[in-house]
């Protein structure tokens, strides 16, 4: 057996290899299937949610297996109507998007594109996965306990979710909260690690200025998630002991403040955002210049942007307040620094399309979603604006035009985001090509279908259609927009069936699909340019030695005759 820097030799046995494995590559591999299993249930919940709105009160296909009383010959009552609204935005935000992002991405590709062997905490690498594993069953068990899962919504908004005695919600919403406490220590345990790591173990010449951009993304997001979570696992606790022993640090009657909830949610929630996008956006920024065959532009810029968008998030979180009774004084403040925050993501969005000007473009499947990514995510930004105005907000709250503001800024990063991210580094992963028909197929099928879904939002939103309603058919005023639902759930059912394209393009290139090269897209980063496809353990087979920036590219002959540096034996120029 081999040693290696992290001090642990290549593993024998199945259950070492592939189970309890300490191994980045594995780890990672693990977390994007839990993901992937997740987005199941997620999407479903999805799938039922839109079935209900379109036509409320009739049995919904594939709905028979729900037990009782959670649902009566395939039609959902309003309770479990609700756990599914509950349910949707926890596993999407929190077990889809942290463990695909950083988790699956995160483990995966940091190490290599450093130069390291491992994490430098292997041991605690392999507890964080179980430890989500974890808080994926408690969060699922909570479908089966006496009450039914949390159904207080996915921000768990006080007093509905602070005292059982007067609102019914049982055991689900206890084991919603420790589900999210065990995803939050997963996750620190996760932060520690990559910062460590960074800090710790880069190969020389690999200073911090010459990181690849997607791993500037992802200690950004480590960092940004350690500073903010604290004050929500103090609220987590202080929301226990209200449900549990009687305190009453939410409930009005027993001298509480229910404000205090959202107060501490949303200091940890608007961070939370940048959190699960900012991976997103670095496999965009890793993609760009390969398939472009030119420097990603404003490197530095895109890093200062990011920095000063991070610290910027910790100012914004009361514009999710301005309709709760908020001082008038304390809008103004929140509206301006919520304007300011789109700016830095302005310069990185510009930074992108100045990249893609005069670039010799490859339109592959990575390519495809990447430019679907930047697409999507502009809309989401611009109207982010508009619930950053307090005067405009107050009209939208609590509309679907938030619903779809926060798809339009969410489902770009994760999804498409994700999915670039896989197509582009599945051959690492795997050794196998995916099949780049399908792969082509899946992006137009999922971007058209998405904005049939989220555009007419913006629009029963601005007619007043609120979120969270059981049945649009009791508003009298919202009956003419019930067309509109029809149309958006069919768009959410082709959306949700467009996914079974990529789910057979994924298994099937995994064990049919054409062998991969050990750089097949001639990138230089190291885990292309360095590292065998797929890595062995140990990830390489001599230390590389960095001599230039990742995205420093000699271009002889014509400017878009595009090639990767020079690679030296023993070292790499990256």
């Known amino acids: 057996m081999s040693e290696h820097g992290n001090g642990h030799a290549e593993p024998t046995s199945f259950l070492r290899k592939y189970v309890f494995s300490i191994d980045h590559k594995v780890i990672g591999k693990q977390y994007l299937f839990l993901s992937l299993f997740m987005a199941l249930f997620g999407g479903l919940m999805a799938y039922y949610m839109r079935w209900q709105l379109a ?13 009782e009383p959670m649902a009566f010959g395939g039609i959902i009552p309003p309770e479990f109507y609700n756990a599914l609204i509950t349910l949707h935005g926890t596993i999407m935000v929190f077990f889809v998007g942290m463990p695909l992002l950083l988790g699956a991405l995160g483990n995966y590709l940091v190490p290599l594109m450093i130069g390291a062997d491992d994490m430098a905490f292997p041991r605690l690498n392999m507890m964080s996965f179980w430890t989500i594993t974890t808080a994926s069953l408690v969060l699922m068990a909570s479908f089966f306990v006496e009450g039914g899962a949390a159904s207080a919504g996915w921000t768990g908004y006080a007093p509905l979710s602070a005292d059982p005695i ?7 919403l206890n084991l919603w909260i420790m589900a999210l406490a065990l995803e939050f220590t997963s996750f620190l345990m996760g932060g520690i690690n990559f910062l460590t790591t960074v800090v710790t173990m880069r190969v020389p010449g690999m200073t911090m200025f010459r990181l690849p951009l997607m791993v500037w993304m992802q200690i950004t997001a480590a960092v940004l998630f350690m500073l903010s979570v604290g004050p929500l696992i103090a609220g987590a606790i202080l929301l226990l002991l209200d449900r549990t022993v009687g305190t009453g640090f939410f409930i ?26 900012l991976p997103g956006l670095g496999a965009i920024m890793e993609i760009l210049p390969v398939f472009t065959r030119r420097p990603i532009f404003g490197y530095k810029t895109i890093v200062y942007s990011t920095i000063v968008a991070g610290a910027l998030s910790f100012l914004v979180w009361a514009h999710h307040m301005f309709v709760s009774g908020i001082d008038p004084q304390i809008v103004m403040p929140f509206s301006i620094t919520t304007i300011l925050i789109s700016v830095p993501f302005a310069v990185i969005i510009f930074a992108f399309m100045a990249s893609l000007w005069g670039g010799s473009i ?72 995916m099949n780049e028909t399908l792969g082509k197929v ?19 939103g601005a007619g007043g259609h609120m979120r969270r309603i059981y049945n649009p058919l009791q508003y009298d005023f919202l009956k003419p927009m019930q067309d509109i639902n029809i149309f958006i759930t069919w768009s959410a059912v082709a959306l949700l069936v467009g996914q079974l394209v990529f789910i057979f393009n994924f298994f099937w290139s995994m064990y049919r699909g054409k062998k991969a090269e050990d750089n097949p897209w001639e990138a230089t980063t190291l885990e292309w340019a360095a590292a065998p ?24 002959g014509q400017e878009t005759d595009w090639q990767p540096q020079h690679v030296e034996k023993g070292s790499v120029a990256a």
């Open 55 to 67: 036509w409320p009160e009739t049995a919904i296909p594939g709905a028979g297996w729900i037990p």
């Open 166 to 172: 007067h609102t019914g919600v049982g055991w689900g």
């Open 252 to 277: 009005p009657e027993r001298g509480g403040d229910p404000l205090l909830w959202q107060h501490l949610f949303w200091f940890f929630g608007h961070p939370e955002v940048y959190v699960v996008l």
């Open 362 to 433: 490859r339109f592959t499947t990575p390519m495809l979603f990447a430019i679907g990514t930047i697409v999507t995510f502009i809309i989401g930004g611009v109207t982010g604006i508009f619930n950053g105005s307090a005067p405009v907000d107050i009209f939208i709250h609590d509309t679907y035009f938030v619903v779809a503001h926060f798809h339009f800024t969410l489902f770009p990063d994760v999804f498409l985001g994700g999915f670039a991210a896989l197509y582009f580094w599945f051959p690492k992963m795997f050794g196998k090509m």
């Open 442 to 460: 899946h992006f137009w099928w999922t971007t058209i279908t998405f904005n049939m879904v989220f555009i007419p939002m913006f629009l029963i």
């Open 533 to 556: 496809t797929p890595p062995p353990h140990g990830n390489f087979e001599t230390v590389p030695t960095v001599y230039h920036g990742p995205y420093e590219y000699s271009c002889p």
